[in-house]
């Protein structure tokens, strides 16, 4: 049981991070490029291999209980537990507790975005941490609750999932809180279905008619060529705008286009248009982007 009088109790700011990505515009040359360059990352775990038992499963449980009864007063959707974000924080309580503090980011220790693509397929556009050092669950919620931007954290209605990582050492429990925002996963053809109807939605906005879609033979592979090299104007892009106006661009959300493509959409000259698409991870997007290239004719 929780005792008021004990004093031992941390928590630390919280940190909460924005995963959007760059929006590169590219039209005609392909010229446009970023600075980056990555390489492709799996999306399989990679923690390491701490015995299960170390962990406070029940307390895990119990702290997710008691963050959706506080979501669920406050009107915010519950949280669903995801596996693979719990990995990576119970990663960090572990090196919290050989530590013996508290830290959203220790020396050699990868950022937070960085340890959740580690460790989870999703793809996510939001995220944050909470941790604490308490010494149960109904405490370090309690606490965790009185605090203004940990509060925030725990209530934020655009969180959808959350990884929870606690462990012991004696009579205190390092806790770890990892929320983030969840994004669906569509595969390459919806996502292309979901650009062209994008596109013919910004075309009746301008009173244009709609173009008929007729994906080109090697516009996914030029759109995944961004995606191999992190970077736009690669030399399939360039190839496809010495023929057509080609605008490549990455997105988290295939449903909505950059506002700076209205130039070029709205063209009433143009017919049809072709559409290649490349979901990948990079150093640059380590919790995946959409990789998005269109041919207009």
């Given at each position: 049981m929780f005792k008021p009088?004990?004093?031992?109790?941390?928590?630390?700011?919280?940190?909460?991070?924005?995963?959007?990505p760059a929006v590169h515009l590219a039209a005609a040359d392909g010229s446009g490029q970023s600075a980056h360059r990555a390489t492709l990352k799996a999306a399989?775990?990679?923690?390491?291999?701490?015995?299960?038992?170390?962990?406070?499963v029940q307390v895990e449980q119990d702290l997710l209980q008691l963050a959706n009864q506080s979501r669920q007063r406050a009107g915010a959707p519950t949280?669903?537990?995801?596996?693979?974000?719990?990995?990576?924080?119970?990663?960090?309580?572990?090196?919290?507790?050989?530590?013996n503090q508290l830290s959203h980011q220790f020396t050699g220790e990868p950022t937070l975005v960085r340890r959740l693509a580690a460790t989870s397929s999703l793809q996510l556009d939001q995220a944050a941490e909470n941790v604490a050092l308490d010494y149960t669950a109904a405490g370090g919620h309690e606490h965790l609750m009185l605090s203004p931007p940990h509060r925030a954290n725990l209530l934020n209605p655009a969180y959808n999932v959350v990884g929870l990582g606690v462990v012991r050492s004696g009579d205190r429990l390092?806790?770890?809180q990892d929320f983030a925002h969840?994004?669906?996963?569509?595969?390459?053809?919806?996502v292309k279905a979901r650009v062209a109807a994008a596109v013919n939605q910004m075309r009746h906005q301008a009173r244009?008619?709609?173009?008929?879609?007729?994906?080109?033979?090697?516009?996914?592979q030029a759109a995944c060529s961004m995606a191999q090299a992190d970077?736009?104007?690669?030399?399939?892009?360039?190839?496809?705008?010495?023929?057509f106006t080609v605008l490549t661009y990455t997105s988290l959300n295939p449903n909505t286009l950059p506002v700076q493509a209205s130039h070029a959409i709205d063209s009433p000259n143009?017919?049809?248009?072709?559409?290649?698409?490349?979901y990948a991870r990079t150093d640059t997007y380590p919790t995946g982007v959409h990789w998005i290239v269109l041919s207009l004719e």
């Open positions: 009088s004990r004093l031992l109790v941390f928590v630390l700011g919280a940190g909460v991070m924005t995963l959007q399989s775990a990679n923690a390491p291999n701490i015995p299960y038992l170390e962990y406070e949280l669903a537990l995801d596996t693979g974000l719990s990995a990576a924080a119970r990663t960090h309580a572990q090196a919290m507790l050989e530590a390092y806790i770890v969840a994004l669906p996963a569509y595969s390459a053809n919806e244009r008619p709609d173009l008929a879609r007729h994906d080109l033979q090697g516009v996914d970077k736009f104007g690669t030399s399939p892009v360039r190839q496809l705008a010495r023929r143009l017919r049809r248009l072709s559409i290649g698409a490349c």
